[in-house]
């Protein structure tokens, strides 16, 4: 009885590697799409636009262990435009708070972003992507950063409530009434 549950057990693991073995799943590398053919001879991992492809390498025991691959923001420049910023027709409604303001911009196809500001919603639409309040420049720069569709941010730093939005379009997407002249602001266009 003993050997008949060796058996069993041992063909239970078998069929595990089977099946991991068979190609059932892939490594989940975040900001990266797969390339495989049906037999999954061939995978290989490709990274999105705007991210560059890593993989760390170790000497372990005489033997090189590689860590699975990681896609990581490409190093972009940035041009800094003191004193401009982008407008654009925004509508607003009298909401309670940021969250009720984000989920109805959410259902909203017209909406891009939306801020909440004493009492009142304000919904941007598209080329804004998102919005975020009480955020310095530098993480101002960091979404955008994080967002392949990012190409430019507008930042107004309050002493209140400083504001970044985030467009993805550039400055030569956008023709002249749309951009205006304030010095608190600063327009920064990614460039990688």
Request: proline share 4%.
């Amino acid at each position: 009885m003993d050997n008949l549950l060796c058996s069993v057990l041992l063909l239970a693991v078998t069929t595990l590697i089977l099946i991991d073995a068979d190609c059932s799943t892939y490594p989940a590398v975040k900001n990266s799409y797969l390339n495989k053919d049906d037999q999954c001879d061939d995978t290989s991992i490709t990274c999105n636009k705007g991210y560059n492809m890593k993989q760390m390498v170790k000497c372990e025991g005489g033997e090189w262990q590689y860590q699975e691959p990681f896609c990581e923001p490409q190093d972009c420049e940035y041009k800094y435009t003191n004193g401009t910023y982008l407008s654009f027709h925004s509508k607003y409604k009298s909401i309670s708070n940021q969250q009720e303001c984000t989920e109805v911009c959410n259902n909203d196809a017209t909406c891009g972003g939306a801020e909440f500001h004493t009492g009142l919603c304000f919904f941007h639409p598209p080329p804004v992507i998102a919005v975020f309040i009480d955020t310095d420049l530098n993480e101002c720069i960091t979404k955008c950063s994080e967002l392949n569709e990012c190409l430019m941010l507008n930042y107004y730093p309050d002493d209140d409530e400083s504001k970044c939005r985030l467009f993805n379009v550039t400055l030569n997407d956008l023709y002249e009434g749309e951009i205006r002249f304030d010095s608190r602001h600063i327009l920064v266009e990614k460039i990688c």
